[in-house]
C-alpha cells in the first residue's frame, strides 16, 4: 500500500516568512496529492490539491510543487501570519480508482511566531 | 460548499456503555462516508469505509463488532461504539466525496471527540 512521510514535524517561522513542508510518497501509481490544514479540536480542512499532470498550482498565498519522477510534494506559504499556525498534513491517492483510500502523513505542526 | 457536519462535537460517557457519533453530507450526497480516529498529535488513521446500503469496510485491526457502522441514507452515516473502554477515548473524524462531481475531494466533519471514564 501507499507510504506518505512528511517532514518536518515541527516548523517554527517567523511572521512574513515562508514557510515549507515537504512529502514523500511511495506509490507510483498515485496521482492525487492534496493537503489539509487542521486548527486544534476541529477536523482537517482542504487549502490546496494537485493532480500528477501538473507540476505547480497556486493559490494565493500557497503553492504545491510535485516531482513526480522523485515522488515527492511539497507545500510552500509566503508572507505567513499568525492564523496559518496550525498542523498541516499532506496525503496520497489513486484517482479513478473506485473509493481507494487517501493515505495521510504524519503531519507538520506550524508555528507562525508574530 | 459541500459541508459536512458531526455531532456530536464531544461526549463524555462511562465505560461499558455505547456511543453513537452522526455525520452527514449537508448539501450533498455520498454514497461513500469514511471514519477516521486520531490520537493526539498524530495522523489520521482510516478505521472504516461506510457504503450507503451495504456493509462497511473495516480496515485491518479495526473490530466491526465494536464499532459499528450504519449508512442509512445518502447523507448520513453513524458510528456506535460499543462497550466503550477508556482505550476508545479519542477524536473521530468522518469525511465524504460528493457523488457527483467527479473525483471529488474529501471533506471533513469537525470531528468528536470522545470520553470514557
Known amino acids: 500500500g501507499e507510504n506518505v512521510e512528511q517532514h518536518p514535524s515541527t516548523l517554527s517561522v517567523q511572521e512574513g516568512d515562508s514557510a515549507v513542508i515537504k512529502c514523500t510518497y511511495s506509490?507510483?501509481?498515485?496521482?492525487?496529492f492534496p493537503w489539509y490544514k487542521q486548527e486544534l479540536g476541529k477536523g482537517p480542512q482542504l487549502i490546496i490539491d494537485i493532480r500528477s499532470n501538473v507540476g505547480e498550482k497556486k493559490d494565493q498565498r500557497i503553492a504545491v510543487t510535485l516531482n513526480k519522477t522523485a515522488k515527492h510534494f511539497s507545500l510552500h506559504i509566503t508572507e505567513t501570519q499568525p492564523e496559518d499556525s496550525a498542523v498541516y498534513f499532506c496525503?496520497?491517492?489513486?484517482?479513478?480508482?473506485?473509493?481507494?483510500?487517501?493515505?495521510f502523513g504524519t503531519g507538520t505542526r506550524l508555528t507562525i511566531i508574530p | 460548499g459541500a459541508v459536512v457536519s458531526q455531532h456530536p462535537s464531544w461526549v463524555i460517557c462511562k465505560s461499558g456503555t455505547s456511543v453513537k457519533i452522526e455525520c452527514r453530507s449537508l448539501d450533498f450526497q455520498a454514497t461513500t462516508m469514511f471514519w477516521y480516529r486520531q490520537f493526539p498529535k498524530q495522523s489520521l488513521m482510516l478505521m472504516a469505509t461506510?457504503?450507503?446500503?451495504?456493509?462497511?469496510?473495516?480496515e485491518q485491526g479495526v473490530e466491526k463488532d465494536k464499532f459499528l457502522i450504519n449508512h442509512a441514507s445518502l447523507t448520513l452515516s453513524t458510528l456506535t461504539v460499543t462497550s466503550a473502554h477508556p482505550e476508545d477515548s479519542s477524536f473521530y473524524i468522518c469525511s465524504a466525496r460528493e457523488d457527483l462531481v467527479l473525483n471529488s475531494p474529501l471533506h471533513f466533519g469537525n470531528g468528536t471527540r470522545l470520553t470514557v471514564t
Open positions: 496525503a496520497a491517492r489513486r484517482l479513478n480508482f473506485g473509493n481507494e483510500k487517501l493515505t
Open positions: 461506510s457504503n450507503e446500503g451495504s456493509k462497511a469496510t473495516y
Open positions: 506509490d507510483s501509481a498515485s496521482n492525487y
